[in-house]
C-alpha cells in the first residue's frame, strides 16, 4: 500500500492561488492513480480531480475546472494541485488519495488516503 502525505495548505484571499503536494511513500513500484478529494464542515467528501499514472489523463470535477492543475512528478513520487482563482466556497479540508484503479471519481475505490491539508478562502 502506499502511504500518503499532504502539504501546502493555508489561508488565503480570494482569487489567490495555493500549491498542494501530495508525497507518497511505500509501494511507489505499483502504478496507481492520484486523486484530491476536498470536504467542508458539515458536508460530504467530495471529489476534485484525479490523475492517471502516465499523467496522460486528467479528470476534474465542474466546479474546480479551468481554476485546478492537477499533476504529478512520478521520478518525485509526488503529485499535486495548482489553485488559481480561489473561492471561499474552496475552503475545505484537502485530501490526497491513491488508487491501482486506472482512474475514478469514487471515494470507495480509493484505498490510500492522506491526513489532510486545509485550505481557507477568506472573502
Known amino acids: 500500500q502506499v502511504q500518503l502525505v499532504e502539504s501546502g495548505g493555508g489561508l488565503v484571499q480570494a482569487g489567490g492561488s495555493l500549491r498542494l503536494s501530495c508525497a507518497a511513500s511505500?509501494?511507489?513500484?505499483?502504478?496507481?492513480?492520484m486523486a484530491w478529494f476536498r470536504q467542508a464542515p458539515g458536508k460530504e467528501r467530495e471529489f476534485v480531480a484525479a490523475?492517471?499514472?502516465?499523467?496522460?489523463?486528467?479528470d476534474y470535477a465542474d466546479s474546480v475546472k479551468d481554476r485546478f492543475t492537477i499533476s504529478r512528478d512520478n521520478a518525485k513520487n509526488t503529485g499535486y494541485l495548482q489553485m488559481n482563482s480561489l473561492k471561499p466556497e474552496d475552503t475545505a479540508v484537502y485530501y490526497c488519495?491513491?488508487?491501482?484503479?486506472?482512474?475514478?471519481?469514487?471515494?470507495?475505490?480509493?484505498?490510500?488516503w492522506g491526513q489532510g491539508t486545509q485550505v481557507t478562502v477568506s472573502s
Open positions: 488519495a491513491a488508487t491501482s484503479v486506472p482512474s475514478s471519481r469514487r471515494r470507495t475505490d480509493y484505498g490510500s
Open positions: 511505500g509501494r511507489t513500484s505499483s502504478r496507481y492513480a
Open positions: 490523475i492517471r499514472w502516465s499523467a496522460a489523463s486528467t
